[in-house]
């Protein structure tokens, strides 16, 4: 005779991008559909000798989704993770749990490329003025699992806390493993996505080294092709999205759509 299954059904209440098409589930589904592009003209630095000059900038203003001391010392990066979890967790209305509640939520979130920008940013303030004149929050602010510690503190989530490091895969692998989290019966809510801004001189030269973007710079909103039979790359970009993943069961005691 065989046993029931058990296994919790995991369900999605919550979403939030956060992306250069727009903040908000509604702005991106919204550009998606008419088909605008996130493309345009880098402006995070001067791409004077650089053979490439456009990529995907997220129009975010920081201190609409954080304090703005934690905006000034963190990464791009943390910035858009942030405000990706506040809208995922707004949109599943979700309240802040109590301390009993709050083990059972956890956060899964990853990044590929880490606090690219404060990095780059810091290595030339060690070169140019010296090792006494690094910010001493270069490192806790710059390193892969930093939005996911951010992400916890913020909103009280004191469960399952990691990141995952697989590259472009990282925030689906996130996913994924949230997902399993909730399943083998270790929390009852997951916030779980990923965030990047590699807009940054180092990593557009790398790419660009390696012949992956596009240079078609005259126009950035048609350059990412890929299935024409004259692509030439991808372009750079920033962004991120965030989903609350829970129990079927929980999510119908609150009411939560799924």
Same mark, same amino acid.
């Given at each position: 005779? =065989?046993? #029931?299954?058990?296994?919790? $059904? @995991? *369900?999605?209440?919550?979403?939030?991008?956060?992306? =250069?098409?727009?903040?908000?589930?509604?702005? @991106?589904?919204?550009?998606? @559909?008419?088909?605008?592009?996130?493309?345009?003209?880098?402006?995070?630095?001067?791409?004077?000798?650089?053979? *490439?000059?456009?990529?995907?900038?997220? %129009?975010?203003?920081?201190?609409?989704?954080?304090?703005?001391?934690?905006?000034?010392?963190?990464? %791009?990066? =943390?910035?858009?993770?942030?405000?990706?979890?506040?809208? !995922?967790?707004?949109? !599943?209305?979700?309240?802040?749990?109590?301390?009993?509640?709050?083990? +059972?939520?956890?956060?899964?979130?990853?990044? /590929? &490329?880490? &606090?690219?920008?404060?990095?780059?940013?810091?290595?030339?303030?060690?070169?140019? +003025?010296?090792?006494?004149?690094?910010?001493?929050?270069?490192? #806790?602010?710059?390193?892969?699992?930093? #939005?996911?510690?951010?992400?916890?503190?913020?909103? &009280?989530? +004191?469960? #399952?806390?990691?990141?995952?490091?697989?590259?472009? !895969?990282?925030?689906?692998?996130?996913?994924?493993?949230?997902?399993?989290?909730?399943?083998?019966?270790?929390?009852? *809510?997951?916030?779980? &996505?990923?965030?990047?801004?590699?807009?940054?001189?180092?990593?557009?030269?790398?790419?660009?080294?390696?012949?992956?973007? =596009? $240079?078609?710079?005259?126009?950035?909103?048609?350059?990412?092709? %890929?299935?024409?039979?004259?692509?030439?790359?991808?372009?750079?970009?920033? /962004?991120?999205?965030?989903? *609350?993943?829970?129990?079927?069961?929980?999510?119908?005691? $609150?009411?939560?759509?799924?």
């Amino acid at each position: 005779m =065989s046993r #029931p299954d058990t296994t919790p $059904r @995991v *369900v999605v209440t919550g979403v939030g991008p956060a992306c =250069s098409l727009g903040i908000g589930r509604a702005d @991106v589904w919204a550009a998606a @559909v008419d088909g605008r592009s996130g493309a345009g003209e880098i402006t995070r630095f001067d791409t004077d000798g650089f053979r *490439v000059h456009m990529a995907c900038e997220t %129009p975010l203003e920081a201190t609409d989704f954080m304090d703005r001391r934690l905006a000034r010392r963190s990464d %791009p990066m =943390s910035h858009i993770a942030l405000a990706a979890a506040r809208l !995922a967790i707004e949109d !599943a209305g979700l309240d802040r749990p109590d301390h009993a509640a709050s083990i +059972r939520q956890g956060v899964i979130f990853s990044s /590929g &490329g880490g &606090g690219a920008a404060l990095r780059e940013e810091q290595h030339r303030t060690f070169m140019e +003025r010296g090792a006494d004149r690094v910010n001493p929050f270069m490192i #806790p602010h710059t390193i892969v699992n930093t #939005p996911a510690a951010l992400i916890a503190a913020e909103f &009280g989530l +004191r469960g #399952p806390n990691f990141s995952t490091t697989t590259a472009c !895969a990282a925030g689906a692998d996130a996913i994924g493993v949230a997902a399993a989290t909730i399943r083998r019966g270790e929390a009852d *809510v997951m916030v779980a &996505g990923g965030s990047d801004a590699l807009v940054t001189p180092l990593f557009v030269a790398g790419f660009d080294a390696m012949r992956v973007l =596009s $240079r078609s710079n005259d126009e950035p909103e048609k350059a990412a092709r %890929p299935f024409d039979r004259d692509r030439d790359g991808f372009l750079i970009g920033e /962004g991120g999205a965030a989903l *609350v993943l829970e129990t079927a069961e929980g999510a119908e005691k $609150r009411g939560a759509p799924v």
